[in-house]
């Protein structure tokens, strides 16, 4: 028996299991699949092995959740599928070093909110970002609203999803660039910070900041200054903040 595509409004929803497997195997780029509760099928155990084997993320949801999306046609899930197409950090720095540039990239740790992410993709192209790299899981779906908010700037500038944020740093250092941390407890202001050299910020999220794996890799830890009785910024102007504090210091 057949599943076809089912026409959504959504252009970046597909749901029904066969064609969720369809662009799993067909290496399509995928920001989170929903899964029905309880839902048992054999099909629906090879689309669960395969979203295991290909480390996508995925959520368990009741079936009125997935009859939101669908109208209750979907047969146990629904995909997301990013609007942007990931690149891997492994291809972009060897790249940016042949072409005889200043490593100058962005690690976003945790950062859930898309219109967040909108708008530090579209601060970090203005500035000159090389790559932004995100986590596998924990992260803002790259969806039209985020694309939007970014002005179009996450078409623009490569975005790398990797599974393993400690790997991915420990790789990023490796080829001699610094992790640069903006962190609430550090003690150096970012001004005081050089940052003409190849660099890597590192951002976490306004709840929780850097996790602290992410912040132990960290070469440098710098704050920004607050004088008024609100704890912290928003972080997409932390965020940009820092960068542009980069492009002043590499002017």
Not at 114 to 142: D, F, H, W, Y
Not at 163 to 169: A, F, H, K, N
Request: aromatic share 6%; hydrophobic share 40%.
């Amino acid at each position: 028996m057949m599943f076809k595509q089912q026409r959504v409004k959504n252009p970046n929803l597909i749901y029904g299991i066969r064609p969720v497997i369809e662009a799993i195997n067909e290496n399509k780029d995928i920001d989170k699949i929903l899964l029905q509760k309880g839902a048992h099928s054999e099909m629906f155990r090879e689309l669960f092995q395969l979203i295991r084997d290909r480390n996508i993320p995925f959520q368990y949801v009741p079936v009125e959740r997935l009859n939101r999306f669908t109208g209750g046609n979907h047969q146990g899930v629904v995909c997301f599928m990013s609007s942007v197409e990931y690149q891997s950090i492994y291809d972009i720095i060897p790249t940016i070093y042949e072409k005889g540039e200043v490593p100058f990239l962005l690690f976003l740790d945790k950062i859930t909110d898309v219109r967040n992410m909108g708008a530090i993709a579209r601060s970090a192209e203005c500035a000159g970002v090389q790559a932004i790299i995100v986590p596998t899981k924990n992260t803002a779906q790259l969806n039209e609203d985020a694309v939007k908010t970014s002005s179009g700037a996450l078409h623009k500038i490569p975005i790398c999803r990797h599974d393993s944020p400690r790997e991915v740093l420990t790789y990023i250092k490796q080829s001699g660039i610094s992790l640069i941390g903006c962190t609430e407890k550090a003690k150096k202001m970012f001004f005081e910070q050089e940052m003409t050299a190849p660099l890597c910020l590192v951002m976490g999220n306004e709840g929780e900041g850097i996790s602290p794996e992410i912040l132990s890799l960290c070469d440098v830890n710098v704050r920004i200054p607050m004088l008024g009785s609100v704890e912290s910024l928003n972080v997409s102007v932390a965020t940009g903040i820092l960068l542009f504090e980069v492009v002043k210091q590499r002017l």
